[in-house]
């Protein structure tokens, strides 16, 4: 296959313009660092606390990008998403602030904190049943069709990639050029989009995707250079339990990112203990996919300036205290 004949659905102007539209409305989420995190790994750590973003994720810079460009009438119409949580929340919050009606697909066993949450920010909560095999995408398109709903997906949407892209925009920009950034991989929005920033603001920089062993199908796609797909991965990062990347997506990676490897829930655990105990930042486990595959070392970054994008925080607690135990 040829990468460079592939169509590019999103460019660094679609982040700047995201950026723009972003100001005073997403937080400029801080950057922390570890010295222990240092030690163990030998190299320089910069951590983007997307988990202190609003609704608690990156996803909220996606979804009130895309919101935001709606004409008027598409916005008396409302939106749909699917999504297992943080989307959900994220187009549910931006949908308040901006005064549309949304309606979310959830899958019934979603964590309960997301679906609270996702209610509480004003939006209607549309069940349906993954394990009975029911496809998420179907339920969106027919209750768009009720509705006369702009279907807002949660990772493969040009909106939607370029306004993820602002958080390593941000990043670079306060911490400057690095060797390595690593970014969790479900649908590749947020490593889309980060790549594409990494690109035209750090060109040296090597972006690194990070998914679960169970759903490595995006690393099989970039080994491949052919689309893989993976059904329902069963792993505790709910976030990444996609069943491959976008039409959208799939060529970005392949342009812009260097690799992407695996880890497996237990060393997602350890990841999360790392950063809940050292760090005292309340990470969910598909928001510890990159600190989980600096942690397990398939990457020499010794002496390299690393950055570790924490993409989530919200957390069932009760399901956090088991795997803690």
Same mark, same amino acid.
């Given at each position: 296959?040829?990468?460079?004949?592939?169509?590019?659905?999103?460019?660094?102007?679609?982040?700047?313009?995201?950026?723009?539209?972003?100001?005073?409305?997403?937080?400029?989420?801080?950057?922390?660092?570890?010295? #222990?995190?240092?030690?163990? =790994?030998?190299?320089?750590?910069?951590?983007?606390?997307?988990?202190?973003?609003?609704?608690?994720?990156?996803?909220?810079?996606?979804?009130?990008?895309?919101?935001?460009?709606?004409?008027?009438?598409?916005?008396?119409?409302?939106?749909?998403?699917?999504?297992?949580?943080?989307?959900?929340?994220?187009?549910?919050?931006?949908?308040?602030?901006? +005064?549309?009606?949304?309606?979310?697909?959830?899958?019934?066993?979603?964590?309960?904190?997301?679906?609270?949450?996702?209610?509480?920010? +004003?939006?209607?909560?549309?069940?349906?049943?993954?394990?009975? +095999?029911?496809?998420?995408?179907?339920?969106?398109?027919?209750?768009?069709?009720?509705?006369?709903?702009?279907?807002?997906?949660?990772?493969?949407?040009?909106?939607?990639?370029?306004? #993820?892209?602002?958080?390593?925009?941000?990043?670079?920009?306060?911490?400057?050029?690095?060797?390595?950034?690593?970014?969790?991989?479900?649908?590749?929005?947020?490593?889309?989009?980060?790549?594409?920033?990494?690109?035209?603001?750090?060109?040296?920089?090597?972006?690194?995707?990070?998914?679960?062993?169970?759903?490595?199908?995006?690393?099989?796609?970039?080994?491949?250079?052919?689309?893989?797909?993976?059904?329902?991965? #069963?792993?505790?990062?709910?976030?990444?339990?996609?069943?491959?990347?976008?039409?959208?997506?799939?060529?970005?990676?392949?342009?812009?990112?260097?690799?992407?490897? =695996?880890?497996?829930?237990? #060393?997602?655990?350890?990841?999360?203990?790392?950063?809940?105990?050292?760090?005292?930042?309340?990470?969910?486990?598909?928001?510890?996919?990159?600190?989980?595959?600096?942690?397990?070392?398939?990457?020499?970054?010794?002496?390299?300036?690393?950055?570790?994008?924490?993409? +989530?925080?919200?957390?069932?607690?009760?399901?956090?205290?088991?795997?803690?135990?």
């Amino acid at each position: 296959m040829n990468d460079r004949a592939l169509p590019l659905a999103v460019t660094y102007a679609d982040v700047e313009d995201a950026a723009r539209r972003l100001e005073g409305v997403a937080h400029r989420t801080p950057v922390a660092t570890s010295r #222990q995190f240092d030690a163990l =790994t030998g190299c320089e750590a910069y951590f983007k606390c997307e988990n202190l973003q609003r609704m608690g994720a990156f996803k909220f810079r996606g979804a009130y990008n895309a919101l935001a460009q709606l004409d008027e009438g598409a916005r008396k119409r409302g939106v749909v998403a699917f999504s297992s949580g943080n989307h959900a929340q994220a187009v549910a919050l931006a949908g308040r602030l901006l +005064g549309i009606p949304a309606a979310i697909v959830m899958p019934a066993d979603a964590p309960a904190v997301k679906v609270a949450a996702t209610r509480a920010y +004003g939006a209607e909560v549309v069940f349906y049943d993954r394990a009975k +095999g029911e496809d998420r995408e179907a339920v969106a398109a027919r209750v768009s069709g009720e509705k006369g709903a702009a279907v807002i997906p949660p990772f493969d949407h040009r909106d939607v990639i370029a306004g #993820q892209g602002t958080a390593v925009k941000e990043l670079l920009e306060d911490v400057g050029p690095l060797d390595y950034l690593f970014v969790c991989c479900g649908g590749a929005g947020l490593l889309s989009g980060s790549a594409i920033a990494a690109s035209h603001l750090s060109p040296g920089t090597r972006v690194v995707g990070v998914e679960p062993a169970a759903g490595d199908d995006a690393a099989r796609s970039l080994r491949t250079r052919t689309l893989q797909r993976v059904e329902d991965p #069963q792993t505790i990062a709910d976030g990444a339990r996609t069943p491959s990347l976008g039409a959208l997506t799939f060529p970005l990676v392949l342009r812009y990112v260097h690799d992407i490897v =695996t880890v497996t829930d237990p #060393q997602l655990v350890e990841a999360m203990r790392f950063l809940w105990e050292r760090m005292k930042l309340v990470v969910e486990p598909t928001g510890a996919l990159a600190t989980a595959g600096v942690l397990a070392g398939p990457i020499d970054v010794r002496d390299r300036r690393v950055g570790i994008i924490l993409s +989530g925080g919200n957390v069932d607690l009760k399901a956090a205290a088991k795997l803690f135990a």
